[in-house]
Structures are given as C-alpha cells and as structure tokens.
C-alpha cells in the first residue's frame, strides 16, 4: 500500500509561481496513476491533473490548462505539479491521490491512497 506526502505549497502573489511535490513510500510507485486535486473553502473537492503510471496520458481541468503541468519521475517515486501565473481562485489545499491502475482519470473514487494536503495560497 502507497503513502503519499505532498509539499510546496506557500503564499504567493498572483502571477508567481509554485512547484508542488507528491513523494511516494510503500509501494512500487510505477504501478500507479497519481492525480492532484484541490478543495478551497467552502467548495467541493475537484480535479486539477492526474498522469498516467509511465506519465503519458496527461489530463487537465480547463481552468488550469496552459499554466499548470504535472510530472512524475518514477526513479524518485514523486510526482510534481508545476503551477504558473497563478490566480486568486487557484487558492485551496491540494491533495495528491494515486490509483493502482495504468491510465490517470478525474473522477476522484478511482483514487485510493491519499496525501494529507498542502496549503496553496495566491494573494491579489
């Protein structure tokens, strides 16, 4: 069974720039899709990007398209989420989640192990 520990995330004003990381332990982490979700205050959980196992099979949401990419580096059980000209509305505590399947999907019950979170935080 794969834990998952996110970090990177800050404050930071609108237009800059985080990475976040999601490391990964216990588990042969090639074997899994990892996806990044979000939940700001008051809102639902919903999906950012997710990545296939080999990290093809790249899916966005449309909002973050163009400024976010995800990756992953297999070799150091991590996968990343650059996130670039970051808004306001990009603010929420983000969560990695990884499922013991091939190809990455948004639907956030496909995914079993989750990460504690970490706090983004993009001031105007």
């Known amino acids: 069974q794969v834990q998952l520990a996110e970090s990177g995330g800050g404050m930071v004003q609108a237009g800059g720039s985080l990475r976040l990381s999601c490391a990964a332990s216990g588990g042969i982490f090639s074997s899994y899709a990892v996806a990044w979700f979000r939940q700001a205050p008051g809102k639902e959980r919903e999906f950012v990007a997710a990545?296939?196992?080999?990290?093809?099979?790249?899916l966005y949401t449309n909002s973050v398209r163009g400024r976010f990419t995800i990756s992953r580096d297999n070799a150091k059980n991590t996968v990343y989420l650059q996130m670039n000209s970051l808004k306001p509305e990009d603010t929420a505590v983000y969560y990695c989640a990884a499922a013991k399947r091939a190809f990455s999907t948004r639907l956030s019950n496909d995914y079993h192990y989750w990460g504690q979170g970490t706090q983004v935080t993009v001031s105007s």
């Open positions: 990545t296939g196992r080999s990290g093809s099979n790249l």
